[in-house]
């Protein structure tokens, strides 16, 4: 089938809220590998981002008649916005679950993690990301953030957004996305100094 | 001047930062696993189910909660009611009472003060002939 005969998002938006399930299926299709990069940024386990995909795309098919009705955005931002809401608001959860929480390094994994920085910080930026393959210790380290300063950061620094499309994504204020990623890179400092 | 090297070092340990933020985002093998897991399609469509069939129950919950609120609240209503019903009643009779200077310490009472406020309220009598009423029992109890 050439492209352009394929039925649009909004089409097919419209296909489902009259009862077509298959069109769902199609959205489902269409858009899933960009659900689950998003939550790649935020969790490295498959069945962290697997739930992540799962409650996307529900709580979209239940808000489909929401958008179907007045929303300015395309199907594919407003999923965006959601599947954001979705990591932020496991981001939080994770945080309450003191089983989940991987802030504490044992003397071996902080030992690594200063070897590893003190490298970084005398070398060039490719032999950095190269250097850091221990990523469970980086996640160890990103988790003592607040959600909120981990949502910023990660946008900012891993996807490349610039402080307008996070606060499009996340719904809040440029002025608040700006003093939140302030605070962030002065949270993380003072983690890293620990370890440096 | 003397801000420098916090500043240098702060911008090391940003660029620092920055680049563990991008190893712990750096799960594109994850995110693969993830998407081609079996049954995806079905375990979203199974959650959706779900999901519809709890705001259902919450619905239904709702109005049920709501009866149960109203099993419960009728009763405690009926016996407020009640309360205020006596009390009215009780408080209509007090200031009838009050009204014809008959209260149940006119009967019994044996106290002048007693006498003289009932006779004060039936008759409208002055103090006069309050006192001439009592000046003559006195005497008709003398003789």
Known sequence: ?196 | MFGRPDNTADEQLDRTGQMLVRAAADNDAAAETAVNAPFLYARVRARIATAQAAERNEADEGWLALLGVARRAVPALTGVAAFVFALMLWLASGSTATANGFGDEAYYGTETGVERTVLASRDNLSGDEVLSIIVDREERGQR
């Open chain 1, 1 to 196: 089938m050439h492209p352009s005969d394929e039925p649009t998002d909004d089409a097919l938006v419209t296909a489902t809220c009259a009862g077509d399930e298959a069109a769902f299926e199609q959205l489902f299709e269409r858009h899933r590998r960009r659900v689950a990069r998003i939550a790649s940024r935020f969790f490295a386990r498959p069945e962290q981002i697997e739930e992540i995909i799962q409650e996307s795309f529900t709580k979209a098919y239940l808000a489909l008649h929401s958008f179907a009705g007045a929303h300015a955005a395309s199907f594919s931002a407003w999923l965006a916005q959601i599947t954001v809401n979705a990591c932020y608001d496991e981001l939080r959860r994770m945080q309450r679950r003191p089983e989940q929480q991987l802030g504490e390094l044992n003397d071996a994994e902080a030992h690594a993690l200063s070897t590893q920085l003190q490298r970084t910080t005398n070398a060039s930026a490719s032999d950095v990301e190269s250097a850091l393959v221990a990523r469970d210790l980086a996640g160890k380290l990103l988790a003592r953030l607040a959600p909120d300063d981990r949502l910023v950061l990660t946008l900012l620094d891993a996807e490349g957004l610039s402080v307008a499309e996070i606060a499009q994504l996340t719904g809040w204020s440029g002025a608040k996305v700006k003093v939140r990623a302030h605070r962030a890179r002065a949270h993380l400092r003072r983690i890293l100094r620990k370890y440096l």
